[in-house]
């Protein structure tokens, strides 16, 4: 079964929102069972409980607000390949800008909606 940018479009943006609200419920959500993810940092998981890991770690390190936006959106099958920018603020300090590109790779779930199979980080700028 093929897939629509929009539906695509629209698990990019249920991902930005776990992430920003800190929604380990949403995030498990949108993955599969064995959901592969590489961090720009060198981590690499495989398996829900390796994923939301990687998060809870982000969210403990880094307890201020978040704010993800993903654009540049194309659909290639089943990759799919994008831009985005958070910025980001620790409680009392200044706000962090991260910029890269997200490679991620996409299924469709037994629920009918889009699920991330792969999810890859990779940051051109930090700072």
Request: charged content about 20%; some cysteine.
């Amino acid at each position: 079964m093929s897939h629509s940018l929009q539906d695509v479009t629209t698990l990019q943006a249920l991902y930005c929102r776990g992430v920003d609200d800190r929604d380990p419920d949403l995030l498990r959500s949108i993955i599969a069972d064995d959901v592969e993810f590489a961090g720009a940092d060198g981590v690499h998981t495989v398996g829900v409980d390796g994923f939301l890991g990687v998060f809870a770690r982000y969210w403990t390190a880094n307890p201020g607000p978040v704010l993800h936006m993903v654009s540049n959106v194309e659909l290639l099958g089943d990759e799919v390949r994008s831009l985005f920018h958070a910025a980001s603020r620790a409680p009392g300090g200044p706000i962090v800008q991260t910029w890269g590109r997200y490679r991620d790779h996409v299924a469709r779930a037994p629920h009918g909606g889009l699920v991330f199979t792969a999810k890859r980080v990779l940051v051109v700028h930090r700072g």
